[in-house]
């Protein structure tokens, strides 16, 4: 293009909506702390949980009878919680299916990451090299985390708490605070972490990374599901979750076909998994799939005129 020549822009339609008319998420959130101090117990709580215990710790009568009290069931090792693409599975059905239930709890996560990468590391035995064990568990758990986010229930994960290093003054290493123990971006991907502490017969939640302004960071609170809710908003907390409605098997057959007549650049279709946060077009909203296939259309008849 010669110098100064000025290029007609390329229309494109305006997407943003009126911030009024964007609806409260549910909170996606991280607690972490030693054990004893009421994770688990204060979690039970919310409304109609989805329990989805990996260490079997929750099996006794009083944790029972509180899922009971909740209308919550039970997920334990029996039913596979320790498998990663057991739990996916589960989190995709409560997305995209009609149910109930209002809260996921996955605890701990901290035994869930771990049993993969040790399973990854006998898997690939002297093959292992470069950290390559956490490839596969990684790659899983990203997948989690985008059905946890996509999800239209509150989500809690509950992990260990582990020994944060640092340096000191004197350039020696020494422990300097405490951090969840589990997959090291975790704390990124959700609205809220917070530490779990008991004080005497008192227990506290210390927040840590926060993006909600009822929630400032270095504040703490008393640890209960009423305080929660009270900061949030029970309403939205409560609500009756809305199941995501998948793309047709027609659709993405729809989308394959015009791909193969319309030639769009190659990470283009990267570009669109990113935006609407899914890998595949399967996993696509019906409503998003169908404004991709009204565009590759309008290529389309461009093409034919």
């Known amino acids: 293009?010669?110098?100064?020549v000025m290029t007609k822009p390329r229309r494109a339609k305006l997407v943003a909506v009126a911030p009024e008319s964007v609806e409260p998420r549910k909170p996606k959130v991280l607690i972490y702390g030693p054990p004893g101090v009421g994770k688990t117990w204060a979690s039970l709580d919310f409304p109609s949980v989805y329990y989805i215990d990996t260490e079997g710790g929750a099996d006794l009568d009083h944790y029972r009878q509180k899922l009971r009290n909740s209308g919550g069931v039970y997920m334990g090792p029996d039913q596979g919680s320790l498998d990663f693409d057991v739990v996916i599975g589960q989190i995709q059905a409560l997305a995209t299916e009609e149910h109930h239930f209002r809260t996921v709890v996955l605890d701990s996560v901290s035994k869930l990451w771990n049993t993969a990468l040790?399973?990854?590391?006998?898997a690939l035995g002297a093959k292992d090299a470069f950290g390559a064990y956490k490839k596969v568990p990684t790659r899983?758990?990203?997948s989690l985390i985008k059905w946890i986010n996509r999800l239209d229930m509150n989500g809690i994960f509950i992990a260990h708490q582990k020994e944060v290093w640092g340096m000191n003054d004197a350039k020696q290493r020494e422990v300097v605070g405490y951090g969840p123990d589990c997959q090291d971006k975790v704390e990124y991907d959700l609205h809220l972490v917070l530490r779990i502490a008991k004080i005497g017969a008192s227990r506290y939640a210390y927040i840590g990374?926060?993006?909600l302004p009822s929630f400032p960071e270095g504040e703490r609170f008393d640890w209960s599901y009423a305080e929660f809710a009270a900061r949030y908003g029970r309403d939205v907390i409560e609500k009756e979750a809305k199941p995501i409605t998948l793309a047709t098997p027609?659709?993405?057959e729809e989308v394959a076909r015009l791909l193969e007549v319309v030639k769009m650049p190659e990470d283009w279709a990267e570009k669109c998994f990113k935006k609407a946060n899914v890998d595949a077009w399967a996993e696509m909203d019906s409503a998003i799939i169908a404004a991709v296939i009204g565009s590759l259309n309008d290529k389309l008849k461009k093409l034919a005129a």
Not at 1 to 4: E, I, L, R, S, Y
Not at 118 to 122: F, G, I, N
């Open 118 to 122: 040790v399973d990854e590391q006998e």
């Open 140 to 142: 899983k758990f990203a």
């Open 1 to 4: 293009m010669p110098d100064g």
């Open 250 to 252: 027609e659709q993405v």
């Open 209 to 211: 990374k926060s993006r």
